[in-house]
């Protein structure tokens, strides 16, 4: 179950949970090792069955499959993974964690099949590696990344409004790789009125991906009609305005919202301040891309408003996050570190 973990923080976090499955044969032989890649590839589990037949694997009735979560019984972008293992005819599988969204239950169908399934096998660890996962589901909400590009002395915007652009290259070709996994990207009215962003996802060349993530606008005022993110589909399927400045809301009317032909299950929030604060004040971010340039403004826009935090004890804290390439990435000149909040009752 270790190495199954170990494959699961290779994938990106979002609208699915990290998962690592390994597969060993009757002597505790690793066959293959399979992990997920994010909405629409292969389940870990398929993943690693997949790797086993192409290493030649053909009879798995002595083997057995360890899995950090719970197989699904859903059928969405991918086939329900407890029907994989069943017609593979794994005879074993061991589980680390449940799972708390409506695609759970797996560990009750694969044993009504005959499967043997021993369930709690590093539980803790593995909870831990999906808790904001975990939490997002219990809250029946969408999963949120925030990108945060500041100066050393986190500021988003020089003292006349400028902030294009204050991180490098490289830092926003990372930032248009996390536009391309998202189901949506959020900025307030102020970004749309101020900057006028295009909020597209682009690939190393510049061009425009086959798949776009929805445009969405959050706040109370007009959406200029010549603005950048409104030209092409149509509201509801290109764009759409959220009139609410209540973050939970916004993310709420989001998940029921279809995109390019799927519910929206995970957001990009980009900002302004205001969104951003919005949504730190709430718990309501999940994962944090926070890019730091290396220049100094001494004025301007601050990353956040006041959240209304007093004293030390009241801080939102948060972790490096090992997952989807580790913690820490130099860009350029820019320090891009990757976090995640603090789980809930660590100190």
């Known amino acids: 179950m270790q190495t199954a973990l170990e494959a699961a923080i290779l994938g990106p976090r979002g609208a699915n949970p990290l998962v690592g499955s390994v597969l060993v044969d009757a002597h505790g032989r690793i066959l293959a090792t399979g992990h997920h890649r994010g909405a629409g590839t292969y389940h870990a589990e398929r993943d690693c069955l997949t790797r086993a037949l192409a290493a030649g694997v053909t009879d798995f009735s002595s083997t057995t499959l360890y899995t950090t979560l719970e197989p699904c019984t859903h059928y969405g972008r991918q086939p329900a993974c407890t029907d ?51 939490e997002a589901a219990g809250q029946q909400r969408i999963f949120v990344t925030v990108h945060l590009a ?4 986190a500021r988003i915007a020089a003292a006349d409004g ?56 959050m706040g109370l005022s007009d959406v200029p009609e010549k603005a950048q993110l409104k030209q092409g589909r149509p509201e509801g399927e290109g764009w759409i305005h959220l009139r609410t400045r209540d973050p939970l809301k916004a993310l709420k009317d989001l998940a029921t919202t279809q995109h390019n032909g799927h519910p929206v299950k995970h957001v990009l929030v980009e900002g302004g301040q205001s969104v951003l604060s919005a949504f730190f004040a709430a718990d309501l971010v999940d994962e944090i891309f926070l890019y ?56």
């Open 150 to 153: 500041q100066s050393i002395d």
């Open 162 to 217: 400028t902030s294009q652009w204050i991180t490098s290259e490289t830092s926003r070709e990372h930032t248009h790789m996390i536009r391309q996994r998202v189901d949506a990207i959020l900025v307030g009215t102020n970004t749309v009125r101020t900057d006028d962003p295009r909020l597209t996802a682009r690939d190393e060349r510049g061009a425009l991906t086959p798949a776009q993530p929805l445009r969405a606008v």
């Open 292 to 347: 730091t340039a290396p220049l100094i403004l001494g004025s301007g826009r601050s990353s956040l408003a006041d959240l209304g935090v007093t004293t030390l004890t009241e801080a939102r804290r948060y972790t490096l996050d090992v997952a989807d390439g580790g913690p820490t990435t130099i860009m350029d000149n820019d320090v891009c570190i990757h976090l995640q909040p603090e789980p809930k009752g660590a100190r």
């Open 84 to 134: 994989l293992i069943s017609d593979a005819g794994v005879r074993t599988v061991l589980v680390g964690a449940r799972d708390p969204s409506p695609n759970g239950g797996g560990v009750e169908v694969l044993r009504t099949r005959g499967t043997e399934v021993v369930d709690g096998i590093l539980r803790e660890q593995c909870e831990k590696l999906n808790h904001r996962w975990n």
